[in-house]
């Protein structure tokens, strides 16, 4: 079975400055889908970025960028030009290409952004 | 387009009632997803249907829980006699076919 694992429970950045949230995960899949995605307070959940494990360039969307390291299993999540509204719970995410569409989610991590 | 509806946003039972969550896909989806979000945890997966099946419920607990996905109207969760540990916040999401999955708001159950 997949896991995915973050291990920063909480990180916290100053407004207009760079924050990198991480992520590992645990797989003998070759060919998967690896996501992002943003919880603010009002408990939606949105997606912010994707990653399909057989692209080598690493995805980008705006401010949001990710490191993706196959060989070594991480997936982390660059956000640049902090904003307040940024402030959110980040949870990364596996999606087997196998095994269902279900989604394995990491237990987050608490983004706080400073003024 | 609407988006993914769930309702009630908010539920309340006592101990050893049912609670019934509905979640209406997104037009043209016919893939539903139930994942449940504890207090500080991420989103576990549940259950996986299709109209009418039901795919894959590795995640859902053996007794006391069920779902359906009916050939017409919304995916239900049905859990019964709820006790305490039930509390948390229940997510739908749906797909077209096996693709990216589109999340509704969620249901807070809490369990008194």
């Known amino acids: 079975a997949q896991t995915v694992t973050q291990s920063q429970p909480e990180m916290s950045v100053q407004e207009a400055e760079t924050v990198t949230l991480s992520c590992t995960y645990d797989t003998s899949e070759s060919d998967y889908y690896l996501f992002w995605y943003k919880q603010p307070p009002s408990r939606q959940m949105i997606l912010v970025i994707r990653q399909e494990a057989y692209k080598q360039q690493n995805a980008t969307e705006n401010r949001f960028s990710v490191n993706f390291q196959k060989a070594a299993k991480s997936f982390s999540l660059k956000i640049s030009d902090s904003q307040l509204g940024d402030a959110a719970m980040y949870f990364c995410a596996y999606r087997s290409l196998r095994a269902g569409n279900m989604l394995t989610f990491g237990g987050g991590t608490r983004l706080m952004v400073k003024p | 387009n609407a988006g993914v509806m769930q309702n009630p946003r908010h539920l309340v039972r006592r101990r050893g009632q049912e609670a019934r969550l509905r979640c209406s896909p997104m037009k043209g989806h016919s893939h539903v997803y139930w994942y449940r979000q504890l207090p500080e945890e991420g989103l576990k997966f549940m259950v996986y249907l299709q109209k009418e099946n039901i795919i894959d419920e590795s995640g859902m607990p053996k007794e006391r829980f069920s779902a359906e996905f009916p050939k017409e109207g919304p995916s239900i969760l049905r859990i019964q006699q709820v006790v305490r540990g039930d509390s948390a916040a229940y997510f739908c999401?749906?797909?077209?076919?096996?693709?990216?999955?589109?999340f509704g708001p969620g249901t807070r159950l809490t369990v008194l």
């Open positions: 999401a749906s797909s077209p076919v096996l693709d990216e999955q589109f």
